[in-house]
């Protein structure tokens, strides 16, 4: 049997029509339902990143548990990703990673709340939560609820050795091997140990390492992807053109920008949407068992402070990254000696040496490897808390911690669609579950939104503006 061909298949069929109407949807209603609070409130959610109080219940401060969640998001869907998206559905596809992403901070939003709410403390002292402690205690059925949070758990502790960690550590090994030669086995053994000295120490642990890592690799990229998009200007305005083209032709060709890549609408979609949720992860419920972790007063603070995770993860990373290959002029190349059409991080390679040279390979290198290296450390955090609802025995989370890094070096030396396609599947196959909570519980969330901006946000607001005028006197 060829595996490779049945995991295709099975991640076509998960990633469905009945799937990206799921999430999507659920976006959608949930942006209306809670009035469109979280779009409105996007740039006081920024502010509040930085005026935390920790006087609170929990493990790690708010910045931290946002950088934790940026760093299992912020990874390579932000490079490979929006690469792969760009080439087998269209430039259009960046348009559809947006528009997914719009919707899916109010669907971000709805499940870091119930993660806050639904929490626990575990026997060590540590804040265990996530969607599986809301269908544990926030649906009504028990059988129900506790039979989809059992689901859940198993998909995310799968999913956490495919998309937080294989994938991860194949995307390093095969830049650096295509780049410069790295062996993948010798990638495999230094990213193991650096994985290894991280998480054996838990939460704190990654939570400083990420608070470290994320802006700093976020910072470098930024300033690198901003100097490819303003040598290359003169190419923006029309690559932004053709990508919304594409995004609503119902079977197009694509032209400056990529001539010999043909897609419809509902392919732009399918791959926009789905790496989009790969890189933002907003409906999988993975982001807000970070959440759970942070110390925050209200559940709906700490709901605005991770929904800018998918801001900045597909709003701000992902859409760097295709400006700069829109821009670049390399979308639609061939390899000269498959004639397939490059893709994945050697295109985005590409874009960044059109300006940088042989330097191209250096900082997407770079780059992946620090992204890639974050979302392994984020991820072990959700598998970790995922088995410990399933698993309470703390030799058994100790265990898995070690068994998590050595897979790296399995995931450093597989080949990349099996691995991706493997990632794909377990994320659709969580997402199911977290989709249903969130629509199940959508009341409970719209009751802490509308307390939050009664109690809190309105009153804030207020009282900016009145120190504003006592200033100005």
Same mark, same amino acid.
């Given at each position: 049997?060829?595996?490779?061909?049945?995991?295709? /298949?099975?991640?076509? $069929?998960?990633?469905?029509?009945?799937? !990206?109407?799921?999430? +999507? @949807? %659920? *976006?959608?209603?949930?942006? =209306?339902?809670?009035?469109?609070?979280?779009?409105?409130?996007?740039?006081?959610?920024?502010?509040?990143?930085?005026?935390?109080?920790?006087?609170?219940?929990? /493990?790690?401060?708010? $910045?931290?548990?946002?950088?934790?969640? !940026?760093?299992?998001? +912020? @990874? %390579? *869907?932000?490079?490979?990703? =929006?690469?792969?998206?760009?080439?087998?559905?269209?430039?259009?596809?960046?348009?559809?990673?947006?528009?997914?992403?719009?919707?899916?901070?109010?669907?971000?939003?709805?499940?870091?709340?119930?993660?806050?709410?639904?929490?626990?403390?575990?026997? +060590? @002292?540590?804040?265990?939560?996530?969607?599986?402690?809301?269908?544990?205690?926030?649906?009504?059925?028990?059988?129900?609820?506790?039979?989809?949070?059992?689901?859940?758990?198993?998909?995310?502790?799968?999913?956490?050795?495919?998309?937080?960690?294989?994938?991860?550590?194949?995307?390093?090994?095969?830049?650096?091997?295509?780049?410069?030669?790295?062996?993948?086995?010798?990638?495999?053994?230094?990213?193991?140990?650096?994985?290894?000295?991280?998480?054996?120490?838990?939460?704190?642990?990654?939570?400083?390492?990420?608070?470290?890592?994320?802006?700093?690799?976020?910072?470098?990229?930024?300033?690198?992807?901003?100097?490819?998009?303003?040598?290359?200007?003169?190419?923006?305005?029309?690559?932004?053109?053709?990508?919304?083209?594409?995004?609503?032709?119902?079977?197009?060709?694509?032209?400056?920008?990529?001539?010999?890549?043909?897609?419809?609408?509902?392919?732009?979609?399918?791959?926009?949407?789905?790496?989009?949720?790969?890189?933002?992860?907003?409906?999988?419920?993975?982001?807000?068992?970070?959440?759970?972790?942070?110390?925050?007063?209200?559940?709906?603070?700490?709901?605005?402070?991770?929904?800018?995770?998918?801001?900045?993860?597909?709003?701000?990373?992902?859409?760097?990254?295709?400006?700069?290959?829109?821009?670049?002029?390399?979308?639609?190349?061939?390899?000269?000696?498959?004639?397939?059409?490059?893709?994945?991080?050697?295109?985005?390679?590409?874009?960044?040496?059109?300006?940088?040279?042989?330097?191209?390979?250096?900082?997407?290198?770079?780059?992946?490897?620090?992204?890639?290296?974050?979302?392994?450390?984020?991820?072990?955090?959700?598998?970790?808390?995922?088995?410990?609802?399933?698993?309470?025995?703390?030799?058994?989370?100790?265990?898995?911690?070690?068994?998590?890094?050595?897979?790296?070096?399995?995931?450093?030396?597989?080949?990349?669609?099996?691995?991706?396609?493997?990632?794909?599947?377990?994320?659709?196959?969580?997402?199911?579950?977290?989709?249903?909570?969130?629509?199940?519980?959508?009341?409970?969330?719209?009751?802490?939104?509308?307390?939050?901006?009664?109690?809190?946000?309105?009153?804030?607001?207020?009282?900016?503006?009145?120190?504003?005028?006592?200033?100005?006197?």
């Amino acid at each position: 049997m060829d595996i490779s061909r049945l995991l295709a /298949d099975l991640n076509n $069929f998960v990633w469905g029509p009945v799937m !990206l109407a799921l999430l +999507v @949807g %659920t *976006g959608i209603f949930l942006t =209306v339902r809670l009035k469109f609070l979280p779009w409105r409130n996007l740039f006081y959610a920024v502010g509040m990143i930085f005026r935390q109080k920790r006087q609170h219940e929990g /493990d790690i401060s708010p $910045f931290q548990s946002l950088m934790t969640a !940026l760093s299992a998001t +912020v @990874g %390579t *869907g932000n490079i490979v990703g =929006v690469a792969t998206a760009m080439v087998l559905g269209g430039p259009g596809a960046l348009v559809w990673m947006w528009i997914s992403a719009a919707f899916g901070l109010a669907t971000k939003y709805g499940e870091s709340v119930l993660a806050v709410k639904y929490r626990e403390t575990n026997s +060590v @002292g540590e804040m265990a939560g996530g969607p599986m402690y809301a269908m544990k205690h926030g649906i009504s059925n028990k059988y129900i609820g506790r039979g989809m949070a059992a689901l859940f758990a198993f998909f995310v502790v799968c999913s956490s050795f495919g998309i937080g960690n294989m994938t991860q550590a194949n995307s390093i090994s095969a830049a650096l091997y295509s780049s410069y030669g790295v062996p993948d086995w010798l990638t495999g053994a230094i990213v193991m140990v650096l994985a290894l000295c991280v998480l054996v120490r838990g939460i704190h642990s990654i939570g400083k390492v990420s608070s470290v890592i994320v802006p700093a690799m976020a910072a470098f990229y930024f300033v690198a992807a901003g100097i490819v998009i303003i040598v290359n200007f003169a190419a923006v305005p029309a690559g932004i053109a053709e990508m919304f083209r594409m995004a609503f032709s119902v079977d197009s060709v694509a032209g400056g920008i990529g001539g010999s890549i043909v897609a419809s609408m509902l392919t732009a979609m399918r791959w926009g949407v789905a790496r989009g949720v790969f890189s933002n992860e907003a409906g999988l419920g993975s982001a807000p068992i970070a959440a759970a972790a942070a110390r925050t007063d209200h559940a709906s603070r700490q709901g605005y402070v991770n929904m800018t995770g998918t801001f900045f993860d597909t709003m701000i990373v992902c859409m760097l990254t295709g400006l700069v290959i829109a821009s670049s002029g390399m979308l639609g190349t061939a390899d000269p000696e498959t004639g397939k059409l490059i893709s994945g991080a050697q295109l985005t390679i590409l874009a960044f040496s059109t300006v940088f040279g042989e330097y191209g390979k250096m900082i997407v290198s770079i780059s992946l490897a620090l992204f890639a290296f974050s979302t392994i450390l984020g991820w072990e955090y959700y598998g970790e808390k995922a088995l410990e609802y399933l698993v309470k025995n703390r030799k058994v989370i100790m265990s898995y911690r070690v068994l998590f890094a050595l897979i790296t070096f399995v995931g450093a030396t597989t080949t990349l669609e099996i691995v991706w396609n493997f990632s794909d599947t377990m994320n659709g196959l969580m997402a199911i579950p977290n989709l249903i909570c969130l629509l199940w519980l959508s009341n409970d969330i719209a009751r802490e939104c509308f307390e939050f901006q009664r109690e809190v946000v309105d009153k804030e607001k207020l009282g900016a503006k009145i120190d504003y005028r006592e200033d100005d006197q």
